[in-house]
């Protein structure tokens, strides 16, 4: 095996940090294309989520892959950015793969989100034919484990997501009988997060998306009123819990859209770069809690699950010894 898996996430590296490696879908094309011309990369997947991005390659050194890391998104190469990197290889490369497909290195312990964020990095590089034989064998090894593991263990008694885990926020900050809720972003997260919402208040919820038509769509699942992106000043005023997840490269939410509020606001941030901006938070009746201010609550709200980690692990266990036994004997041959 010669895996290598350099990246960085919520563990390793602040939010600040984190939204200037993300990289949007059409970006993570790019990337693999640019990637892919490099004359020792043999195989190779980039990840990239609101709390990690990743890349998976074969054939190509660590420190390569950094150095192409930070060209990629324009970034001077830096040994204080550096720090916030780890970097796997080989028997840890394994372990880490099968640990974030099922969720076990997850913000929110035990999510199923990750393992169609994953499927869909994979797939997006078989398109782009980065994968070949190891990381195409590797993969499915952990797609399949992720479902031996939330099937035989009680690893999803934790909540869904992130998005679950911000209702529940929500819901413990709010002291109103109806409060009027906003959502922004139409996509996954935002789906998620519409469908959970619907716990706080018998009120329709206000779906906002850059396109109408994808605002409609979740509207229509969660019997809410769908607007525009461009509407955010305008509804801004007239909400209590505002949570937003767009994929915007930069700010939609700056301190003159809500410095005539006079009412108690939550805005909460799941977006990774952030849709709202730090300053926001200067005033008394906001409360801004950003992605990274999430984890204590999840912590505080986390189930016992010691069993059902133990379990994993020995699951995990097998099958890395089975990936390295089926390495070895295909090097004897």
């Given at each position: 095996?010669?895996?290598?898996?350099?990246?960085?996430?919520?563990?390793?590296?602040?939010?600040?940090?984190?939204?200037?490696?993300?990289?949007?879908?059409?970006?993570?094309?790019?990337?693999?294309?640019?990637?892919?011309?490099?004359?020792?990369?043999?195989?190779?997947?980039?990840?990239?989520?609101?709390?990690?991005?990743?890349?998976?390659?074969?054939?190509?050194?660590?420190?390569?892959?950094?150095?192409?890391?930070?060209?990629?998104?324009?970034?001077?190469?830096?040994?204080?950015?550096?720090?916030?990197?780890?970097?796997?290889?080989?028997?840890?490369?394994?372990?880490?793969?099968?640990?974030?497909?099922?969720?076990?290195?997850?913000?929110?312990?035990?999510?199923?989100?990750?393992?169609?964020?994953?499927?869909?990095?994979?797939?997006?590089?078989?398109?782009?034919?980065?994968?070949?034989?190891?990381?195409?064998?590797?993969?499915?090894?952990?797609?399949?484990?992720?479902?031996?593991?939330?099937?035989?263990?009680?690893?999803?008694?934790?909540?869904?997501?992130?998005?679950?885990?911000?209702?529940?926020?929500?819901?413990?900050?709010?002291?109103?009988?109806?409060?009027?809720?906003?959502?922004?972003?139409?996509?996954?997260?935002?789906?998620?997060?519409?469908?959970?919402?619907?716990?706080?208040?018998?009120?329709?919820?206000?779906?906002?998306?850059?396109?109408?038509?994808?605002?409609?769509?979740?509207?229509?699942?969660?019997?809410?009123?769908?607007?525009?992106?461009?509407?955010?000043?305008?509804?801004?005023?007239?909400?209590?819990?505002?949570?937003?997840?767009?994929?915007?490269?930069?700010?939609?939410?700056?301190?003159?859209?809500?410095?005539?509020?006079?009412?108690?606001?939550?805005?909460?941030?799941?977006?990774?770069?952030?849709?709202?901006?730090?300053?926001?938070?200067?005033?008394?009746?906001?409360?801004?809690?950003?992605?990274?201010?999430?984890?204590?609550?999840?912590?505080?709200?986390m189930p016992r699950h010691m069993h059902a980690t133990v379990q994993a692990e020995r699951?995990?266990?097998?099958?890395?010894?089975?990936?390295?036994?089926?390495?070895?004997?295909?090097?004897?041959?």
């Amino acid at each position: 095996m010669n895996i290598v898996v350099v990246g960085l996430n919520h563990k390793t590296a602040p939010i600040d940090v984190r939204e200037q490696f993300a990289f949007s879908l059409s970006e993570v094309e790019r990337a693999l294309a640019s990637l892919k011309t490099h004359p020792l990369l043999k195989e190779a997947i980039l990840l990239s989520t609101c709390n990690r991005v990743e890349i998976y390659t074969i054939g190509v050194p660590e420190v390569v892959v950094k150095q192409w890391l930070f060209q990629q998104k324009e970034i001077a190469f830096s040994e204080s950015l550096l720090a916030y990197f780890y970097c796997l290889q080989d028997i840890d490369a394994v372990k880490h793969v099968m640990h974030v497909a099922c969720g076990l290195d997850s913000l929110v312990f035990g999510e199923s989100e990750i393992l169609g964020q994953i499927k869909s990095a994979f797939s997006i590089a078989c398109f782009h034919k980065t994968v070949g034989s190891q990381l195409d064998y590797l993969f499915r090894q952990a797609f399949d484990m992720a479902k031996r593991i939330r099937a035989s263990t009680k690893i999803g008694a934790c909540p869904v997501s992130v998005a679950s885990t911000a209702v529940m926020v929500a819901k413990e900050w709010n002291t109103q009988l109806q409060p009027r809720v906003l959502i922004i972003g139409a996509g996954e997260v935002g789906r998620w997060t519409a469908k959970h919402a619907q716990t706080l208040t018998s009120l329709p919820l206000i779906i906002l998306s850059r396109h109408l038509s994808h605002a409609e769509s979740v509207a229509n699942e969660v019997q809410g009123v769908a607007g525009e992106l461009k509407q955010v000043e305008h509804y801004l005023q007239q909400s209590d819990i505002v949570i937003t997840s767009t994929a915007s490269k930069a700010p939609i939410i700056y301190p003159k859209m809500v410095a005539e509020i006079s009412h108690p606001l939550l805005i909460i941030d799941l977006a990774v770069p952030r849709d709202v901006s730090s300053d926001v938070g200067q005033y008394s009746h906001i409360t801004l809690c950003q992605l990274d201010q999430l984890k204590d609550a999840i912590q505080s709200h986390m189930p016992r699950h010691m069993h059902a980690t133990v379990q994993a692990e020995r699951l995990i266990e097998e099958c890395v010894d089975a990936i390295i036994l089926k390495s070895i004997l295909k090097v004897v041959a």
